[in-house]
């Protein structure tokens, strides 16, 4: 019979695979978006999308008690994307 522990660490590395297989499906769409901005000259950051999104987020956010927690890792994610944008943006500007 498993421990609480073993079960919620089981739980835990189940939702970190979820995880990564959503991540890189999110940084796919990150890397289409780059991808747009670079062939329209828009800059990376679009601070009003992300205020946007965060707002829609916290909206469907049920547990209010972890809306602190949660806005500390959607900002990873958001820094995540951008930097992604800017290292492929880099990468386009190097080539050519």
Do not use: C, H, W
Not at 19 to 42: D, G, H
Not at 49 to 54: G, M, N, P, T
Not at 61 to 75: G, W
């Amino acid at each position: 019979m498993k421990t609480k522990l073993e079960e919620a660490r089981e739980m835990i590395n189940e939702v970190d695979e979820q995880m990564i297989s959503l991540f890189i499906k999110r940084m796919a769409a990150v890397s289409m978006v780059a991808e747009y901005k670079m062939e329209n000259n828009l800059p990376v950051l679009d601070s009003i999308r992300e205020d946007v999104i965060k707002g829609k987020n916290f909206e469907i956010l049920s547990n209010k008690m972890l809306e602190k927690y949660y806005n500390t890792f959607f900002d990873g994610v958001l820094k995540a994307s951008k930097d992604y944008q800017t290292d492929l943006v880099k990468m386009y500007e190097e080539k050519k």
